[in-house]
């Protein structure tokens, strides 16, 4: 049924989930789902652990922090990556799948190993986050949603800058530099001061 219920998000968006399209999907009444799951919420904590599945939080406990941070990252961004269009649904509800749950153990007791303050391990977190979901949502947009085309004499840099675009992945221009480069910002200033 959860993975019923994502494809159907990963077609329609957070509009295509619900008891009654799942059902519907499934060839089913709807009131047989509820005997497989109490209501939407827990059909949204279902979805976010078979993404979450594919989150590799070992790196975290395995690697030096900063090493750990890079693999994690990156294997968050391709989970989601297959799945953007849950994002909205999955950052707006309360997440309480333990698959998930584990793997931020994993990242609390690297991030305490790595001298931060069990204060600031949720905040931390939530930025890393937001960042990764950032990228995701980047890479499923536009390839570039800026363009300065027609206007180049009032944004010269600017537009010198957009014009070094063409040089790169027409699949990826940006996304994946951008991430790259910010996510190397983050990390060289993941550690408390």
């Known amino acids: 049924m959860a993975d019923t219920a994502l494809a159907l998000i990963d077609r329609h968006g957070a509009d295509g989930l619900g008891i009654r399209q799942v059902a519907s999907k499934l060839g089913v009444n709807p009131a047989s789902l509820y005997n497989h799951v109490p209501n ?20 975290l406990r395995e690697l030096p922090w900063e090493e750990g941070l890079v693999a994690w990252a990156r294997s968050y961004r391709r989970a989601f990556a ?45 930025a890393f986050e937001s960042f990764i979901l950032g990228s995701v949502l980047d890479m499923s947009g536009p ?36 991430f790259e ?9 993941a550690r408390p001061r």
């Open 40 to 59: 939407r919420a827990a059909m949204i904590e279902d979805v976010r652990a078979i993404v979450s599945a594919s989150i590799d939080f070992r790196p």
């Open 82 to 126: 297959r799945h953007p269009k849950a994002i909205p649904l999955l950052m707006t509800t309360r997440a309480s799948a333990p698959v998930l749950l584990a793997g931020y153990e994993d990242f609390t007791i690297a991030a305490q190993a790595a001298g931060w303050a069990q204060r600031d391990v949720l905040p931390l977190l939530t």
């Open 143 to 178: 390839s570039v949603v800026f363009d300065p085309t027609g206007q180049e004499s009032d944004v010269p840099r600017f537009a010198a800058a957009y014009a070094t675009l063409a040089t790169e992945n027409p699949d990826d221009p940006l996304a994946t530099r951008a």
């Open 181 to 189: 480069l910010g996510w190397r910002m983050l990390v060289a200033s």
